[in-house]
């Protein structure tokens, strides 16, 4: 029964860390995009670039901090800093890698991801940015939840599949709808892809729970 419990509580903090966390970091940079949308010098431009990257700050604490609260039910000797210390890390590096070419965008003028202009296309994208950004989160984590936790393999794996089917949710459901959302809309799209998206890395990474045998607290 405690299992079963931990693994509730995991698909609800996923749910609530992709809603509160990417949400609050998408608005935070919705923000900085509007106090000042094409900066002009140096300065400014770095001031602007180093507030966009804060955006993975504020999703790796909300993240990590409500996975961590969760995955301690399941792994007690989980160290609760170090694993809000690792997710929060690679939100900061993927959100700065978006906030380079946002601020500094190349010479040449290409795209940091591929134009897309299909729905599916859209998925297909998603999904593939998906299984990269599970790979760096699994890998960080890792390294922490090794000490708490046996065959932790298996999460870089559960992670990369997770955030994989996890982000399509999330650019699906702000690309439907019409062209031009009040919003409301816009708030309605972001509450639903955020939940289910949550629901779905914590329901596919939670499965690994029944191959990783808990440690024993030092």
Known sequence: ????????????????????????????????????????????????????ALSGLIQGLTLGLLQGWALRRQFPALDLRAWVGATTLVGIVVWAIGAW????????????????????????????????????????????????????????????????????????AASVGSAEPSSLEIAIRGLIGGVVSGVVLGTITGLSFAVMPARRAA
């Open 1 to 52: 029964m405690q299992e079963e419990d931990g693994f509730t509580r995991w698909i609800e903090a996923c749910a609530a860390g992709e809603l509160l966390g990417i949400g609050a970091a998408a608005l935070w940079w919705v923000t900085v995009d509007r106090f000042d949308p094409v900066p002009v010098g140096p300065t400014a431009e770095w001031i602007v670039f180093f507030a966009k």
């Open 101 to 172: 070419y946002a601020v500094f965008p190349p010479l040449d003028g290409d795209p940091l991801l591929p134009p897309v202009e299909t729905l599916f296309q859209t998925a297909v994208a998603a999904a593939g940015f998906g299984l990269g950004l599970g790979v760096l989160f699994g890998a960080a984590q890792a390294l922490v939840l090794y000490r708490a936790a046996g065959q932790v393999h298996w999460w870089v794996a559960v992670s990369a599949i997770g955030w994989g089917a996890a982000l399509p949710c999330i650019y699906v």
